[in-house]
């Protein structure tokens, strides 16, 4: 396998360090309570000290560190080929609000920056959906048309300034991109100057909803709040049942460096080629850092490195002046009708709130749910509160719902028919990791780096499926509903809230501490 230079880790991550909060150690009352310091959490935060609320940010790691520090930031109202699709399901009013509520969120980041003196890295530029396949350029027309029908800046074209020739794209004026950790830390900044109270590696376990509500942490803590905001990226509390209508996927990230004239001016995405995103990035005087998407997958389907290496051998290919610096990965859900769930958590639900779904749009859409968000709970309407309620089922997302899952049900069951992954501890070669039969338990087991093997449950906390190896990122995945874990067992993301549970190996070997 071919190895390349550079960090496994986020460009945005290395070149915006924040400030540590604190853990919540003792109880705490405030308004609002917001779980989870993403994108979505920390502008519903944000949003709702300036509306005058007293406000709570509860993150179980590090602000604007997670799924947030790991996306490709592009801020847009072009979300692949979705308007003819929403105008289908939701007609032509709902792929209107959809329109203007992610367009107003381009404008709105522009406007805070420019308020708070933020410099994101902000740049406005045009978007491009294209395809070069001749065969999808229909396709691609009927895109453009319900774009301009849903009031955006769109047009069918065939030039781009790719530097590979395209069948047809549809371009989207106005569109922006930014460092997302620079804009997101300096909003941390002043919803603390405002009052507002920000805690870190402090992850909620428990919630009690009612009149107030009561949040327990991992730690024993309670937080009472009249109203509550899910903002997990995935929900970590199961009552709504959005597990059975949410499909994890992850997609690899390659970051290299480009002579500023080869910047190919834009941001780009094709769904063919199991998708390719490129974007550019400010990078030195000279330089631009190009940013290339794709190779989407599900948590725990393998193959991790290999996808990353045909990923960085795309981008050479198409980019051959190009010099490799970063790589990493992304993760985001989908809803099974690609609209995001942003309001009431659940048809009983008066207080709890969530945010969730973003399909892999999660700036326009994190911003959006803090505007919405902030509006539900302050008693504002906003014109699309109906599309993106919680609540709804439309007959459209029953064949979604069936496959999604019916691949969670394929790995729940069919997992569980394998005798195991490696037939003994010893196959497992240094570095790597497998699920192995273990005194008739399966058991995920790593092996370090100096040959030791770590042994913890091979079934995951949150509803019990059997988790794979990623071997690029070193990390237990469910296959399921998404969740990761450290080789250790410890949480990485959710929906679940509790650890790998810690196994001992034949000889007194186990997890390590």
Same mark, same amino acid.
């Given at each position: 396998m071919t190895r390349w230079p550079g960090s496994y880790e986020s460009y945005w991550m290395e070149t915006a360090e924040g400030p540590r909060h604190p853990g919540l150690t003792g109880d705490l009352e405030v308004d609002v309570a917001v779980v989870g310091g993403g994108v979505a959490g920390i502008c519903t935060a944000w949003e709702l000290a300036r509306a005058g609320r007293s406000v709570a940010l509860l993150e179980a790691d590090r602000i604007a560190a997670g799924v947030t520090g790991y996306t490709t930031a592009k801020l847009s109202s072009q979300h692949g080929l979705v308007y003819a699709q929403l105008r289908k399901s939701f007609g032509a009013e709902g792929a209107r609000r959809y329109a203007r509520s992610q367009q107003e969120a381009v404008e709105y980041v522009e406007r805070v920056a420019a308020e708070l003196g933020i410099d994101c890295d902000l740049e406005r530029l045009p978007g491009y959906a294209y395809v070069e396949s001749a065969e999808a350029v229909d396709r691609l027309r009927a895109e453009a048309d319900a774009a301009r029908e849903a009031g955006l800046p769109a047009s069918f074209v065939t030039d781009t300034g790719l530097p590979y020739p395209v069948a047809g794209a549809v371009r989207f004026e106005e569109q922006a991109q930014f460092h997302p950790r620079k804009y997101?830390?300096?909003?941390?900044?002043?919803?603390?100057?405002?009052?507002?109270?920000?805690?870190?590696?402090?992850?909620?376990?428990? $919630?009690?909803?009612?009149?107030? &509500?009561?949040?327990?942490?991992?730690?024993?803590?309670?937080?009472?709040?009249?109203? !509550?905001?899910?903002?997990?990226?995935?929900?970590?509390?199961?009552?709504?049942?959005?597990?059975?209508? $949410?499909?994890?996927?992850?997609?690899?990230?390659?970051?290299?460096?480009? @002579?500023?004239?080869?910047?190919?001016?834009?941001?780009?995405?094709?769904?063919?080629?199991?998708?390719?995103?490129?974007?550019?990035? /400010?990078?030195?005087?000279?330089?631009?850092?190009?940013? !290339?998407?794709?190779?989407?997958?599900?948590?725990?389907?393998?193959? !991790? %490195?290999?996808?990353?290496?045909r990923l960085a051998a795309w981008t050479q290919e198409r980019f051959p002046y190009a010099r490799i610096t970063h790589r990493w990965a992304a993760?985001?859900?989908?809803?099974?009708?690609?609209?995001?769930?942003?309001?009431?958590?659940?048809?009983?639900?008066?207080?709890?709130?969530?945010?969730?779904?973003?399909?892999?749009?999660?700036?326009?859409?994190?911003?959006?749910?803090?505007?919405?968000?902030?509006?539900?709970?302050?008693?504002?309407? $906003?014109?699309?509160?109906?599309?993106?309620d919680p609540r709804r089922l439309h007959p459209r997302e029953a064949p979604s719902l069936l496959k999604a899952q019916g691949s969670v049900l394929k790995h729940f069951v069919g997992?569980?028919?394998?005798?195991?992954?490696?037939? %003994?501890?010893?196959?497992?070669?240094?570095?790597?990791?497998?699920?192995?039969?273990?005194?008739?338990?399966? &058991?995920? !087991?790593?092996?370090?780096?100096?040959?030791?093997?770590?042994?913890?449950?091979?079934?995951?906390?949150?509803?019990? &499926?059997?988790?794979?190896?990623?071997?690029?990122?070193?990390?237990?995945?469910? /296959? &399921?509903?998404?969740?990761?874990?450290?080789t250790d067992g410890a949480v990485i993301q959710g @929906?679940?809230?509790? @650890?790998?549970?810690?196994?001992? $190996?034949?000889?007194?070997?186990?997890? %390590?501490?």
């Open positions: 997101l830390l300096a909003l941390v900044a002043d919803l603390v100057g405002q009052g507002g109270k920000v805690y870190e590696r402090t992850r909620i376990v428990s $919630l009690h909803e009612g009149e107030p &509500c009561r949040l327990t942490t991992e730690g024993g803590a309670e937080v009472v709040a009249r109203d !509550v905001v899910v903002a997990t990226h995935y929900p970590v509390f199961d009552r709504a049942l959005m597990f059975s209508r $949410l499909e994890p996927h992850r997609e690899l990230v390659v970051a290299a460096t480009i @002579p500023v004239d080869r910047d190919p001016g834009g941001m780009y995405l094709t769904p063919e080629q199991n998708t390719r995103s490129v974007r550019t990035a /400010p990078y030195g005087e000279d330089q631009r850092l190009l940013i !290339v998407t794709g190779e989407k997958f599900k948590p725990g389907t393998g193959e !991790v %490195s290999e996808r990353h290496e993760q985001d859900n989908s809803t099974t009708d690609q609209v995001p769930y942003v309001g009431r958590f659940h048809p009983g639900a008066r207080h709890v709130y969530v945010a969730t779904g973003f399909g892999g749009w999660g700036m326009s859409n994190g911003v959006m749910s803090g505007r919405l968000l902030t509006a539900h709970i302050t008693g504002e309407e $906003l014109p699309w509160a109906s599309l993106y997992d569980r028919l394998r005798a195991s992954h490696v037939d %003994s501890v010893e196959e497992i070669a240094p570095g790597s990791g497998a699920v192995v039969r273990i005194g008739g338990r399966r &058991c995920a !087991v790593y092996r370090d780096e100096s040959g030791e093997a770590h042994a913890v449950s091979a079934r995951c906390t949150h509803l019990g &499926c059997l988790v794979h190896f990623n071997d690029a990122e070193r990390a237990w995945e469910c /296959p &399921c509903h998404g969740s990761r874990f450290d @929906p679940a809230v509790r @650890p790998l549970e810690p196994r001992v $190996l034949p000889g007194g070997t186990g997890a %390590s501490d």
